[in-house]
């Protein structure tokens, strides 16, 4: 069956039916798994199981969240679960006793998902997982949405994976699982009703409006946190940093290879024009990241994508250059120049996935050529003399509730402990 599995799982990324077969497979084998788990154990009341995307990463809300709880005295007596996909080296990060790693996909992740009395995820989670009555599932998600998600996208054949109407049956099939909704605005507020269809579920009172918790450390951290991150990554202290962090393209992806790069970015120019005075950090997409190739430019471009908190990025870089991901506006709450590359901007706006908000309210330049960039980075001393008006504007809109308490916001408002009601 191993033999055959792995032969299936091989023509899985050449042939779209192999493909239907394989994800079906494991479909049918998670199922079955969970199920077991699902009648054998009970809910713990003290229990709380946290993913951040997928069992990628430890970072984003759940991480914020956790590090909240585990300092409050009526968690004591609580068992934290902490998913992930690579185990390996991940004790490294936590210290408390109480806290446990599992490996994603297992069979002590169903068992304890099986258990776990509150759910804490910023992404969706597997289909066969069933929350039982008693269960609560905290959808952090992870971002203020610039480009349309879910049941909001109106252009169909942009995405390569999943047509329209899958992607609206995904949304609303992890919808219905949701018990509360954390939303950093107004703006989120309403994208997230609209876009997971709380409306027609009749959930929209499940959204809780307290900020993200993620942007505490924005708020939060130290100057320590930067000279021991700088350190970390054997960055040289004489230089200032750019961080890039582009999303990836839903139409570029090719059968047998997965999604492809396509950086729009020399930079060995870059390194030429601007290697005296900076250093610029790629902090890529996860479903492209490992086809960077950084070869002879070790002294001045550093591949991040796999650092798991990008909020330590933020905090150890001058400027932020990012085309339609939604890490602008967590950056925002630093307060320091934004350059928006967007070089296939009409492209993306008509056949990929069109925005949620007017781009004039940008709190930076938008640019279509490398030229252009390398121009804006050069003078990036007039940037607040151009964009300080939008960029408060931008603040007060998208970002009001950022003030590093959303986590102890948000606990309060979703797990309830000691007898209080949920």
Not at 188 to 200: H, P, R, W, Y
Not at 231 to 237: A, D, H, V, Y
Not at 238 to 252: E, F, S, V
Not at 280 to 309: E, G, Q, W
Request: with cysteine; glycine share 4%.
């Amino acid at each position: 069956m191993g033999a055959i599995k792995k032969k299936i799982k091989k023509l899985s990324s050449k042939n779209y039916f192999f493909r239907s077969i394989y994800n079906n497979m494991k479909k049918i084998k998670r199922k079955i798994m969970y199920r077991k788990m699902y009648k054998k154990f009970n809910v713990n009341e003290k229990m709380i199981i946290f993913e951040s995307f997928w069992g990628k990463s430890y970072s984003c809300s759940p991480k914020a969240i956790y590090n909240y709880i585990i300092k409050q005295p009526e968690f004591n007596d609580f068992k934290f679960i902490w998913v992930f996909k690579d185990t390996k080296n991940r004790k490294n990060f936590f210290k408390d006793p109480r806290t446990e790693i599992v490996k994603y996909d297992s069979k002590k992740y169903y068992q304890y998902f099986a258990q776990a009395k509150y759910w804490v995820i910023n992404f969706r989670l597997s289909d066969c997982i069933i929350k039982k009555k008693n269960q609560v599932f905290i959808q952090c998600w992870h971002g203020t949405p610039l480009k349309r998600l879910g049941c909001d996208i109106k252009i169909d054949g942009g995405n390569k994976l999943s047509s329209k109407r899958d992607i609206y049956k995904i949304y609303t099939n992890d919808a219905k699982k949701y018990d509360y909704f954390i939303s950093p605005s107004k703006f989120c507020t309403e994208k997230f009703i609209s876009a997971f269809n709380l409306d027609k579920l009749n959930k929209k009172d499940i959204i809780v409006e307290k900020g993200y918790p993620r942007n505490d450390f924005l708020y939060n951290f130290k100057e320590e946190d930067i000279i021991n991150i700088k350190e970390k990554l054997n960055l040289p202290k004489d230089k200032k940093i750019i961080l890039y962090a582009p999303t990836y393209r839903d139409n570029q992806h090719k059968l047998g290879k997965g999604y492809v790069l396509d950086l729009q970015l020399d930079l060995e120019k870059l390194k030429k024009e601007l290697g005296n005075e900076y250093v610029i950090l790629m902090r890529l997409h996860y479903l492209v990241a490992n086809k960077l190739d950084l070869t002879n430019l070790n002294d001045f471009a550093y591949d991040v994508s796999k650092y798991d908190d990008i909020n330590e990025l933020y905090i150890i870089s001058d400027i932020l250059v990012t085309d339609y991901s939604s890490v602008f506006f967590d950056y925002a709450n630093l307060k320091r120049p934004i350059i928006f590359y967007m070089y296939d901007l009409k492209e993306y706006q008509c056949e990929i996935r069109d925005f949620y908000i007017d781009l004039d309210e940008l709190p930076g330049p938008i640019i279509e050529r490398e030229e252009d960039l390398i121009n804006s980075i050069k003078n990036i001393k007039e940037y607040n003399k151009k964009y300080n008006d939008k960029y408060v504007k931008f603040s007060k809109k998208y970002n009001y509730l950022d003030d590093g308490q959303a986590a102890k916001r948000v606990v309060e408002e979703c797990i309830k402990v000691n007898g209080g009601k949920q």
